[in-house]
């Protein structure tokens, strides 16, 4: 085969961004608070990413990533949200850290927040159950596309904000911690109802941040703006009309929910069907504003379940089973077999056709628009056992990335608009209620040292983008760094 003969046979256009993912909390270190964390850990230091970021901007360098995603700490920037100041600090961080990627040819992909919120807003109206979050919003992703825009091209408004609604608003697990029974057991807030009200506030900031984007800067700063929202793929249980029935309901319960409002003006018509008053209507002046859209949709893609019907059979409850869930209950196992190999992180099953199968459920549903895999990676629970040598010999992250990739590829190749990839993550960093527990890092980081060494997946991962020819994507503009 010649070189040429492999290049073509390649899905990846030079243009397509390969990069890692991270967020501002699981890196960057310098905040406060804690509990319910199986370690009782932290993101007060982290990664220490925000002292390091030139060393850790060297470490992509040496992969030969032409593009990193980050998120942005909205605390870092607005202390107070829009009743206070500017932190000057916190816009001079970014900027050197956007500046410094940029000398090396990587685009920065920028999210505006990723499950972080000022306090103040929290205290001051119950941030996302308050509609004034959308003014919030709005004022905050301005500042933003006003200091960074000029120099960032892609823009995220909201990691996963079917996360944030069903484990902070109905199981409780995520901070603010809110539930009731059976959901969770939290001290306060409606299972049934806020996450519904959350969601609608989330879907209409981002329409307000988009719509500022649009008007004010889109055309001067020529960027993309999109929303990421975590991905399952389902599998009916059955061959049975009731069991696919429930699969789409599943994913009209979790992902379409954000995604239909925002891309076809409507929320989707299973959950109009079920929830009817329970769930909120758009004024004629939202929906107006959600007109504008998005211009790509980020895919978060780890792992598939099970579906089975709990509408016109009678469930044993579990995820997914209730009416305010869509009555379609999620579980890993069929006949006591595992869905994919089980991973000792106990939500990861590796089932990689399931990365082509959502990416071409996306692309049917909403007529091609250009996507990204915003995140995939594989994590491993900390182990008494484990050797320096078993932790760097990550061999089973590799087969889950080469897999993963390989049914992206053939996605693509049956003509699904995939512009860029993202591994979650470049360290290993705090992985939220698992602490430092769980490892998701192409690099190991030493937690009493910061030391980072790199994994065997970060040897694979260089050589996968080598193979694929990809475009280092800016020239870099000799004032950047004087910004
Ligand atoms: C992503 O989602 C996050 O964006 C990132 O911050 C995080 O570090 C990364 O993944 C790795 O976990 O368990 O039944 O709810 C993480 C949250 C966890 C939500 C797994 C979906 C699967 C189904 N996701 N969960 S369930």
Redesign the pocket.
């Known amino acids: 085969i010649s070189l040429k003969g492999s290049m073509d046979s390649s899905p990846f256009p030079s243009s397509f961004l390969f990069g890692t993912?991270s967020?501002s909390y699981?890196f960057e270190g310098a905040f406060s608070s804690d509990d319910k964390i199986t370690d009782g850990s932290n993101g007060d230091v982290a990664d220490d990413h925000y002292h390091r970021y030139l060393e850790d901007r060297d470490l992509m360098d040496s992969i030969g990533v032409n593009s990193y995603r980050f998120s942005i700490s909205w605390s870092r920037i607005l202390p107070k949200g829009r009743f206070g100041n500017v932190n000057r600090a916190g816009i001079d961080h970014y900027n050197n850290f956007i500046n410094a990627l940029l000398l090396k040819g990587i685009q920065p992909f920028v999210t505006l927040t990723?499950?972080d919120i000022p306090q103040k807003l929290e205290d001051k109206y119950g941030s996302w159950l308050s509609s004034k979050v959308q003014e919030d919003f709005r004022y905050y992703a301005d500042t933003c596309f006003r200091f960074f825009g000029d120099r960032v091209k892609y823009w995220v408004t909201l990691?996963?904000p079917n996360?944030v609604a069903?484990?902070g608003y109905r199981?409780g697990i995520y901070p603010p911690s809110h539930c009731s029974r059976p959901f969770g057991n939290c001290s306060r807030g409606d299972s049934e109802k806020e996450p519904f009200i959350v969601a609608h506030n989330m879907i209409l900031s981002h329409a307000a941040a988009v719509s500022i984007y649009r008007t004010k800067y889109q055309k001067k700063q020529g960027g993309s703006i999109g929303i990421?929202m975590?991905a399952?793929w389902y599998e009916p249980i059955s061959n049975s009309l009731e069991d696919k029935l429930a699969v789409e309901r599943g994913q009209s319960f979790y992902m379409n929910w954000f995604l239909d409002p925002i891309i076809l003006g409507k929320y989707p018509i299973e959950m109009l069907e079920i929830l009817q008053s329970d769930l909120p209507v758009f004024s004629k002046q939202d929906l107006e504003m959600l007109k504008n859209g998005l211009d790509f949709i980020g895919i978060?893609h780890?792992?598939s379940?099970y579906i089975k019907d709990c509408m016109f059979s009678v469930c044993e409850p579990g995820?997914g089973a209730s009416r305010t869930e869509g009555f379609a209950l999620?579980t890993a196992q069929k006949n006591g077999i595992f869905i994919g190999e089980p991973t000792t992180?106990?939500?990861?099953f590796v089932y990689p056709r399931g990365m082509e199968n959502i990416v071409t459920y996306i692309k049917e549903r909403y007529n091609n628009i250009p996507m990204f895999i915003s995140?995939n990676?594989f994590?491993e629970q900390e182990n008494p056992n484990s050797t320096m040598e078993t932790l760097l010999h990550d061999i089973k992250r590799v087969e889950y990335m080469n897999s993963y990739l390989d049914t992206l590829a053939t996605a693509m190749r049956k003509g699904a608009d995939v512009r860029g990839y993202f591994v979650?993550?470049l360290l290993d960093?705090f992985?939220?209620t698992?602490g430092y527990t769980?490892q998701?890092g192409l690099h190991l980081v030493d937690y009493p040292t910061l030391k980072r060494t790199p994994r065997l997946s970060a040897t694979w991962y260089k050589e996968f983008i080598a193979k694929h020819n990809v475009q280092n994507l800016s020239a870099p503009n000799c004032n950047q760094e004087s910004k």
């Open positions: 993912a967020s699981q990723h499950y990691n996963e996360v069903i484990r199981s990421v975590n399952l978060n780890y792992t379940f995820p999620r992180v106990d939500w990861l995140e990676g994590g979650w993550s960093n992985e939220w698992s769980t998701f």
